[in-house]
């Protein structure tokens, strides 16, 4: 029977607003494991909840990083540079739209807007990936980014959204091509609905939540702690042979034609 030991292992996490937040259960299951962790928040008005989360799990680094500003990544580069001189695992859990945009008619969606979430929902897994580069050579890296059926398919009132997981998950298979030679290995998880901070923005979330359990094979919504593990089979030797891949972690319900 195979052990996840990640002792000496080192994860950046990007993208914890609170308990609830994807990023944030794949946070605890990586230290569960054994992993060192560096934990990332946007911005002041997230800093007290997520320092509390992370008061929680001992020898835990907390950054601040807004990913819109480049030289905040940078100094988070510099940092894991400084304490721990390679990276292993990088988990990319960072999606944004204006509220606006979610709520109004697709097709009128400014430009503003829809650069805006490709922008902190797409981009910021190249730019981010490309910034913590050398750290991620040295370790071997694997990388972990949270993606949803929207980017294939019509989801309503998840417009601008849609477009951006379509591009982060067409990202990860092309950075899985560029950097497999490099030993990196690049996967995303598309997860079914669950109550995070940025679902609760999506108007019906309450509702999407009851169809999917009715219609998915296991007649229940998945867990944080869910796809905490699927990540962390993602992130270790155990996915040594998994790249360029989206795992769907939704209790069955993409496979459903009705």
């Known amino acids: 029977m195979y052990a996840i030991d990640l002792t000496g292992k080192h994860a950046l996490v990007m993208g914890v607003a609170n308990h609830r937040s994807l990023s944030w259960g794949i946070a605890q299951i990586l230290h569960q494991a054994g992993a060192r962790l560096c934990v990332t928040y946007a911005g002041e008005r997230l ?7 992370a008061g929680g799990l001992p020898g835990v680094t907390l950054l601040e990083c807004d990913v ?3 030289e905040t990544i940078d100094a988070v580069a510099r940092r894991l540079t400084n304490d721990w001189g390679s990276l292993e695992m990088l988990v990319h859990g960072i999606a944004f739209a204006r509220k606006e945009d979610l709520e109004g008619a697709f097709v009128a969606t400014p430009r503003e807007g829809f650069q805006s979430a490709l922008d902190v929902s797409a981009f910021s897994l190249l730019n981010v990936t490309n910034r913590v580069l050398p750290l991620l ?15 294939e398919r019509a989801v309503p009132a998840y417009n601008v959204m849609g477009s951006a997981k379509a591009v982060l998950e067409q990202s990860v298979r092309q950075l ?8 990196i290995r690049v996967n995303a998880i598309s997860a079914g609905p669950v109550s995070t901070l940025a679902a609760r923005g999506i108007r019906g979330f309450t509702d999407m939540l009851k169809k999917h359990a009715e219609k998915a094979p296991l007649k229940r919504n998945v ?3 869910e796809v905490g593990k699927a990540a962390l089979f993602l992130l270790s030797d155990l ?5 360029g891949e989206v795992l769907y972690v ?5 496979i459903m034609g009705w």
């Open 47 to 53: 800093k007290g909840m997520v320092e509390e989360l």
């Open 68 to 70: 819109t500003r480049d």
């Open 137 to 151: 050579e040295k370790g071997g890296g694997s990388i972990v980014t949270l993606s949803y059926l929207a980017a």
């Open 176 to 183: 899985a091509y560029e950097l497999g030679p490099r030993n």
């Open 223 to 225: 867990t944080k702690e």
């Open 239 to 243: 996915g040594s042979g998994v790249t």
């Open 250 to 254: 939704d209790a069955g319900y993409s």
